[in-house]
Protein backbone atom coordinates (compact mmCIF):
# COMPACT_ATOMS: atom_id res chain seq x y z
CA UNK A 1 0.00 0.00 0.00
CA UNK A 2 1.48 3.30 -1.06
CA UNK A 3 1.27 6.00 1.52
CA UNK A 4 0.06 9.67 1.25
CA UNK A 5 1.75 12.40 0.42
CA UNK A 6 2.48 15.10 2.91
CA UNK A 7 1.43 18.60 2.40
CA UNK A 8 4.80 19.93 1.30
CA UNK A 9 4.68 17.38 -1.55
CA UNK A 10 1.20 18.36 -2.36
CA UNK A 11 2.40 21.72 -2.47
CA UNK A 12 4.91 20.93 -4.48
CA UNK A 13 2.61 18.96 -7.13
CA UNK A 14 0.63 21.72 -7.28
CA UNK A 15 3.20 24.29 -8.14
CA UNK A 16 4.22 22.26 -11.11
CA UNK A 17 1.09 22.11 -12.27
CA UNK A 18 0.90 26.37 -12.54
CA UNK A 19 4.61 25.86 -14.40
CA UNK A 20 2.35 23.32 -16.96
CA UNK A 21 -0.39 25.85 -17.09
CA UNK A 22 1.98 28.59 -17.59
CA UNK A 23 3.46 26.94 -20.28
CA UNK A 24 -0.18 26.51 -22.08
CA UNK A 25 -1.28 29.76 -21.34
CA UNK A 26 2.20 31.61 -22.87
CA UNK A 27 0.18 33.36 -25.31
CA UNK A 28 -2.88 34.19 -22.90
CA UNK A 29 -1.22 37.37 -21.32
CA UNK A 30 -3.65 37.43 -18.25
CA UNK A 31 -4.00 33.23 -17.80
CA UNK A 32 0.26 33.11 -18.17
CA UNK A 33 0.81 36.03 -15.29
CA UNK A 34 -1.97 34.88 -12.98
CA UNK A 35 -0.19 30.99 -13.44
CA UNK A 36 3.20 32.32 -12.66
CA UNK A 37 1.86 34.93 -9.67
CA UNK A 38 0.22 31.36 -8.57
CA UNK A 39 3.56 29.20 -9.14
CA UNK A 40 5.70 31.56 -7.18
CA UNK A 41 3.14 31.91 -4.19
CA UNK A 42 3.01 28.22 -4.05
CA UNK A 43 6.61 27.50 -4.23
CA UNK A 44 7.58 30.01 -1.64
CA UNK A 45 5.03 28.16 0.51
CA UNK A 46 6.88 24.47 0.35
CA UNK A 47 9.95 25.48 2.68
CA UNK A 48 7.13 26.65 5.43
CA UNK A 49 4.72 23.79 5.10
CA UNK A 50 7.90 21.67 4.96
CA UNK A 51 8.57 23.43 8.38
CA UNK A 52 5.41 23.01 9.67
CA UNK A 53 5.58 19.18 9.04
CA UNK A 54 9.38 19.16 10.79
CA UNK A 55 9.05 20.87 13.90
CA UNK A 56 7.77 17.41 15.65
CA UNK A 57 11.94 16.61 15.40
CA UNK A 58 14.58 18.50 16.96
CA UNK A 59 16.76 16.35 14.64
CA UNK A 60 14.92 16.92 11.23
CA UNK A 61 14.38 20.63 11.99
CA UNK A 62 18.37 21.11 12.78
CA UNK A 63 18.71 19.59 9.27
CA UNK A 64 15.95 21.84 7.93
CA UNK A 65 17.52 25.03 9.09
CA UNK A 66 20.87 24.16 7.77
CA UNK A 67 19.77 23.50 4.47
CA UNK A 68 17.41 26.45 4.31
CA UNK A 69 20.70 28.29 5.37
CA UNK A 70 22.19 26.98 2.08
CA UNK A 71 19.61 27.24 -0.05
CA UNK A 72 19.11 31.12 0.47
CA UNK A 73 22.48 31.55 -0.83
CA UNK A 74 21.26 30.27 -4.67
CA UNK A 75 21.08 33.35 -6.52
CA UNK A 76 17.83 31.86 -8.38
CA UNK A 77 16.03 30.75 -4.70
CA UNK A 78 17.03 34.59 -3.78
CA UNK A 79 15.39 35.98 -6.86
CA UNK A 80 12.41 34.00 -6.03
CA UNK A 81 12.42 34.66 -2.31
CA UNK A 82 12.55 38.31 -3.11
CA UNK A 83 9.01 38.34 -5.22
CA UNK A 84 6.78 38.14 -2.75
CA UNK A 85 5.69 37.93 0.64
CA UNK A 86 3.66 34.55 0.51
CA UNK A 87 1.60 35.26 3.12
CA UNK A 88 0.82 39.39 1.78
CA UNK A 89 -0.56 39.49 -2.00
CA UNK A 90 1.08 42.27 -3.54
CA UNK A 91 1.34 42.98 -7.11
CA UNK A 92 0.98 40.18 -9.43
CA UNK A 93 4.09 39.27 -11.59
CA UNK A 94 4.23 41.15 -14.50
CA UNK A 95 6.77 39.37 -17.22
CA UNK A 96 7.72 41.43 -20.30
CA UNK A 97 6.42 39.75 -23.57
CA UNK A 98 9.36 38.78 -25.62
CA UNK A 99 9.38 36.71 -29.49
CA UNK A 100 8.03 33.42 -29.45
CA UNK A 101 10.90 30.17 -28.81
CA UNK A 102 10.23 26.97 -28.55
CA UNK A 103 10.32 24.77 -25.21
CA UNK A 104 9.81 21.28 -24.19
CA UNK A 105 8.56 20.94 -20.87
CA UNK A 106 9.95 18.65 -18.21
CA UNK A 107 8.21 19.52 -14.58
CA UNK A 108 7.68 16.29 -12.00
CA UNK A 109 9.07 13.97 -14.85
CA UNK A 110 5.92 14.83 -16.91
CA UNK A 111 7.21 16.02 -20.78
CA UNK A 112 5.25 17.22 -22.91
CA UNK A 113 5.91 15.60 -25.65
CA UNK A 114 5.56 17.72 -28.36
CA UNK A 115 7.53 21.14 -28.88
CA UNK A 116 4.89 23.56 -29.08
CA UNK A 117 5.61 27.50 -30.25
CA UNK A 118 4.96 29.84 -27.23
CA UNK A 119 5.87 32.94 -26.27
CA UNK A 120 8.81 33.68 -24.28
CA UNK A 121 8.30 35.83 -20.99
CA UNK A 122 11.34 37.52 -19.47
CA UNK A 123 10.94 38.79 -15.61
CA UNK A 124 12.10 42.47 -15.04
CA UNK A 125 15.21 43.10 -12.85
CA UNK A 126 15.96 39.60 -12.38
CA UNK A 127 20.13 40.88 -13.39
CA UNK A 128 20.15 41.93 -10.02
CA UNK A 129 20.19 38.76 -8.93
CA UNK A 130 21.33 36.80 -11.31
CA UNK A 131 23.19 39.01 -13.71
CA UNK A 132 24.18 36.37 -16.17
CA UNK A 133 20.59 34.66 -16.99
CA UNK A 134 18.48 35.52 -19.63
CA UNK A 135 15.43 36.22 -17.52
CA UNK A 136 13.18 34.00 -19.32
CA UNK A 137 10.47 33.13 -16.81
CA UNK A 138 9.54 29.61 -17.66
CA UNK A 139 13.59 28.41 -17.60
CA UNK A 140 13.72 30.49 -14.05
CA UNK A 141 10.20 28.57 -12.77
CA UNK A 142 11.59 25.27 -14.23
CA UNK A 143 15.38 26.59 -12.22
CA UNK A 144 13.71 27.39 -9.21
CA UNK A 145 11.09 23.68 -9.04
CA UNK A 146 14.27 22.00 -9.71
CA UNK A 147 16.08 23.05 -6.54
CA UNK A 148 12.45 23.02 -4.66
CA UNK A 149 12.37 19.28 -6.07
CA UNK A 150 15.58 18.04 -4.79
CA UNK A 151 15.05 20.18 -1.44
CA UNK A 152 11.56 18.21 -0.63
CA UNK A 153 13.19 14.77 -2.03
CA UNK A 154 16.00 15.16 0.48
CA UNK A 155 13.91 15.96 3.37
CA UNK A 156 11.90 12.94 2.50
CA UNK A 157 14.85 11.07 2.34
CA UNK A 158 16.29 12.56 6.24
CA UNK A 159 12.74 11.76 7.32
CA UNK A 160 12.97 8.42 5.89
CA UNK A 161 16.58 7.85 7.28
CA UNK A 162 15.21 9.51 10.54
CA UNK A 163 12.21 6.43 10.79
CA UNK A 164 9.79 9.30 10.34
CA UNK A 165 6.41 8.51 8.33
Not at 76 to 96: A, L
Not at 112 to 130: G, M, P, Q, T
Not at 142 to 153: A, N, Q
Request: proline share 4%; with cysteine.
Amino acid sequence: MKESLTDTELRLNHAAQQIKLAFKYSDQEKSFCSCVDSYITLARSVPAIMQEETVHSPRLLLWYKDQVTNLKKLPTVNFFNQRKNPSIYKDKENPEKKVPSRYKLNVLDLVEEDEALINAWKFKDVEKYIPEDSGNVLDLCRKHFHILSWFVSEWLRKRRELGIR
